[in-house]
C-alpha cells in the first residue's frame, strides 16, 4: 500500500505562490497516475490536477494557467505549483494515486 504525504500549505496572501509537495512511499513506477484534489469547508471534494507516469497533465477550469503539477519520479515526489492564488483557492488540498491512497492534507488559505 503506498502511503502519500503532503506538505507545503500556509497562508498566503492573494495574488501569491504557493508549492505543494507529495511524497510516495516505495517506487512511483507503480503508480500510472496521481493527482491533487481540494476541499474548502462546507464542499465537495473536487479534482485539482492530474498527471500521469509519461507526465501528461489535467487541470480543473478553475486553475488552468495559474497551477502547475509536476512529478519527479526518482524522488519519489509530485508537486503542485500554486501560483496567482485566489482566496476561493483556500482549502485542504490533498495528495492521491490510481491505487486509492490518499495523503492526509494540506491547509491551503489565501486571505489578506
Known amino acids: 500500500q503506498v502511503q502519500l504525504v503532503e506538505s507545503g500549505g500556509g497562508l498566503v496572501q492573494p495574488g501569491g505562490s504557493l508549492r505543494l509537495s507529495c511524497a510516495a512511499s516505495?517506487?512511483?513506477?507503480?503508480?500510472?497516475?496521481m493527482g491533487w484534489y481540494r476541499q474548502a469547508a462546507g464542499k465537495q471534494r473536487e479534482l485539482v490536477a492530474t498527471i500521469t507516469y509519461h507526465l501528461t497533465t489535467n487541470y480543473a477550469d478553475s486553475v488552468k494557467g495559474r497551477f502547475t503539477i509536476s512529478r519527479d519520479n526518482a524522488k519519489n515526489t509530485v508537486y503542485l505549483q500554486l501560483n496567482s492564488l485566489k482566496p476561493e483557492d483556500t482549502a485542504v488540498y490533498y495528495c492521491t494515486e490510481t491505487g486509492g491512497a490518499w495523503g492526509q492534507g494540506t491547509q491551503v488559505t489565501v486571505s489578506s
Open positions: 516505495g517506487s512511483m513506477r507503480s503508480i500510472p497516475a
